[in-house]
DNA sequence: CTTCTAATTAGATATTGACCTAATCATATT
DNA sequence: AATATGATTAGGTCAATATCTAATTAGAAG
């Protein structure tokens, strides 16, 4: 499941609309068409975003498409934002230039004392200071300073 | 909480790829620009959209904004995905125009008899038809039809 | 096999969104 | 007070999106 594009495909009031119409009934293209007062063009394109986004499985029966919303997608989106939540806190760590600009002034294990690799990165080109001086504000990255 | 305002905010990689910076550590607007390789002030604008969601809450500390990603958000997001989800699909009551175009065939409590304003409703001005045969395919709403 | 009809696709247009540079703002330091 | 700096806002450009009408496709029905 590609978590960006089930995003953007429900991250339209009109997208958003159809599937809770379409997770309490059967609607024909046209009855969408008719309850959201847009052209059946429209919905249908709507329709194909939330299709390839693997919210809907459509179904012609007869002159009609019946379209089925996939609720396991819904819940695995929802698995995967509450797992967002959960990520936590990582300590900071100046010599892993990529965990540098991190955590709490207090949990720092190098406040004050960062290195010029770790002020470029924080502070970008130009703006680490090669005097060697290393104290004050200047020479701290984001996560050193109150 | 705006559900799409909250939705479009993070159906979008690059304010993704920021929220998920963030949750492991503090930046400041010009480490996220280096890593993600951006110009400052559109992580600028990015954080204005997550600030506006309602997922971040910037305070600033000397020279350095310090942003905090609220969990409490995401999780509230997942929670009602999940409800979207438990959505039930509910009978078909043809009586009730707005219930009409619904459920599955052999769930519905009219199939085949669906009066002259349900199918219109299902189907259009024009499609539903007067000369009161009221059977068959044309005569149906699209629950109806197999 | 021809006709009808629901749905989709094509093509056009207007709006929104993402990004940049430059200017401004707010706050620290001297 | 003057200056420096991190962040934000302003203004502009280009791409993506939402919408429409018109044309096409796919599948019944006669």
């Known amino acids: 499941m590609d978590k960006e594009i089930v995003l953007k495909a429900i991250a339209n009031d009109t997208r958003m609309s159809i599937l809770t119409l379409l997770l309490r009934h059967n609607y024909c293209v046209r009855a969408l068409a008719n309850e959201l007062d847009l052209a059946e063009a429209t919905i249908s394109q709507h329709l194909k975003v939330l299709r390839e ?5 459509g179904e012609k029966r007869g002159y009609f498409m019946h379209y ?4 396991s997608a819904l819940l695995e989106l929802a698995k995967e934002i509450e797992a967002l939540a959960g990520i936590e806190r990582e300590g900071c760590r100046p010599e892993d230039r990529n965990d540098c600009p991190a955590v709490e002034e207090q949990a720092c294990p190098k406040k004050g004392q960062c290195d010029d690799e770790v002020k470029e990165f924080c502070h970008g080109p130009g703006h680490g200071r090669d005097d060697g001086e ?3 504000h200047h020479g701290n990255c984001s996560c050193h300073k109150s």
């Open 68 to 71: 089925d919303v996939e609720r």
């Open 134 to 136: 290393g104290e004050g």
């Open 53 to 57: 986004a693997g919210l809907l499985v």
